[in-house]
């Protein structure tokens, strides 16, 4: 997958001629600060956000982990799996890796907040997608929760290895997540980088090294 | 929530409604007996004693039921009449911008529309049958289509990103995300309109003297000064809308309580 655009909000650039190759199967993670235009590249990835320039290769049937789980107040946890377009072997199979079994005719409201990213995380990976976009879906989580989410995700990416596109401004979750790491400054790349470390998740609060790198580039 | 608890609860807010509805009758009565006394003239203010006989005898009259049913049918003939394009035309809007720029001028015309002084020129066209109807339906398509068209406004708009990311089928999205999600909202605008309905058939009828109608039974009894039958009228015609429209917010509330 390729991308060579640019895009405007109004006067503001966002980008120009951003280029940016994603190899198949890996786990990218775009880290910058507030406003550098990552939810907007995710969003012209999901087809959401129209741009100026070439897009090539991108699937069109893309799952996509908001910040905000997103799921239907009316539907208990099955049907918004099923909602997507799950198919219930799949379904089943993700309710037990994802430990949702208990909860599946549960509805949002009497779900916890963490449980409810879970479900999120779970209704990605029903739906047959050769790309996963993951928009801060830890964010607003506890560090125990993000923990166990982030081992979560990587379990459960780790059966179909998709290629994974997760934007953050969280040094720490980039490092768990992320097989290359790109940080965008003023609508550019700043650093591209591929941790020596291969396995996810990474150990929080690991790779010393890289992080100085990367807050080198951010600050 | 239990099935328990929310009978529980139901059962206390059905409560609670009945005693404030009572109370305010009560008002009501305490309020008109006190003006029957104040102004001492039937004919102005008749006594709240002799309007309650009056319903009785209306009650109990054949030909008011005839009345009253063909005034009803008129209030959900005009009522459907004006469900079903509003809400196609709320559905293509919020589809369509253009489409919702280009009814937003008609919107706001008929909206603005002297529907009472309309009624004149209607009643040249067709007769005075059908002229309450006309003029319902001119009043009610505005109302009914806004508040349709807010109700899809009012579905999350996140839910509604998320579905087209995910490719969700058209059908699914409406009977998953946009039914239960704008139904109560859209309900309880139908509810209004409904009592709404009435206010404007009946008062069309009084202005047409429509033929065996609620209003044409009030304009006989005005023009024979039989006040206590006209305030009776009055009376049952409030009582018909209020009944109406309870019955759909009761609707929209366990809509309401399934979806959320």
Redesign the interface.
């Known amino acids: 997958m390729k991308l060579c655009i640019s895009k405007s909000y109004g006067k503001k650039r966002v980008f120009d001629n951003f280029d940016l190759e994603i190899c198949e199967g890996e786990v990218l993670c775009l880290l910058g600060a507030s406003g550098c235009g990552k939810t907007t590249l995710l969003n012209i990835l ?3 956000t129209d741009c100026e320039g070439e897009l090539e290769n991108i699937p ?5 982990i ?1 910040q ?1 789980p ?1 799921l ?4 208990t946890v099955e ?1 918004n799996l099923s ?3 799950g198919r219930y072997e799949v379904i089943e199979e993700i309710l037990q890796k994802t430990e949702l079994k208990e909860h599946r005719n549960k509805r949002p ?1 009497e779900l916890s907040g963490g449980e409810k990213q879970r479900v999120a995380i779970a ?1 990605a990976f029903v ?1 047959d997608s050769p790309l996963l976009l993951l928009d801060e879906p830890f964010s607003s989580l506890d560090t125990a929760l993000k923990i166990r989410l982030i081992a979560f995700f990587a379990e459960l990416w780790k059966e179909k290895k998709q290629t994974a596109v997760f934007v953050t401004h969280d040094l720490e979750e980039a490092w768990a997540l992320g097989q290359r790491i790109v940080v965008i400054k003023d609508g550019k790349i700043a650093l591209d980088i591929t941790p020596n470390e291969q396995v996810l998740p990474r150990r929080y609060g690991g790779g010393a090294q890289e992080k100085a790198e990367i807050l080198k580039v951010l600050l | 929530m239990s099935e328990q608890v929310i009978r529980k609860n139901w059962k206390a807010i059905v409560w609670k409604h009945a005693w404030q509805t009572l109370v305010a009758l009560a008002l009501l009565a305490v309020c008109w007996i006190g003006a029957h006394w104040f102004v001492g003239n039937e004919l102005l203010v008749p006594d709240f004693f002799d309007c309650l006989k009056s319903i009785g005898e209306l009650l109990t009259d054949g030909a008011f039921y005839k009345a009253f049913l063909k005034t009803l049918l008129r209030v959900l003939t005009a009522f459907f009449c004006s469900v079903a394009p509003a809400g196609i035309f709320a559905v293509i809007a919020y589809l369509s911008p253009t489409f919702r720029g280009i009814l937003s001028p008609i919107v706001s015309a008929l909206r603005s529309l002297p529907a009472l002084a309309v009624l004149l020129i209607v009643l040249v066209w067709t007769g005075a049958g059908i002229a309450p109807i006309v003029i319902a339906f001119l009043s009610l398509f505005p109302m009914l289509y806004t508040g349709f068209l807010s109700a899809l406004f009012s579905v999350n708009s996140d839910l509604v990103e998320m579905s087209r990311v995910y490719n969700v089928p058209t059908k699914r999205r409406i009977f998953s995300l946009y039914l239960p999600n704008a139904a109560p909202y859209a309900l309880r605008e139908s509810g209004a309109a409904l009592a709404f309905s009435l206010k404007l058939v009946v008062s069309a009828e009084v202005l047409a003297s429509t033929y065996q109608s609620v209003g044409g039974m009030m304009q006989e009894a005005r023009l024979y000064l039989e006040m206590p039958t006209l305030f009776a009228l009055v009376a049952l015609t409030f009582f018909v809308g209020i009944v109406l429209e309870s019955l759909i917010s009761c609707l929209a509330y366990f809509v309401e309580r399934r979806v959320k």
Do not use: I
């Not at chain 1, 239907?72 to 539907?75: D, F």
């Open positions: 999901a087809g959401l069109k049937n893309v799952a996509y908001f905000e997103r239907l107040p009316n539907l049907q909602y997507v377009g409201n209704r739906v």
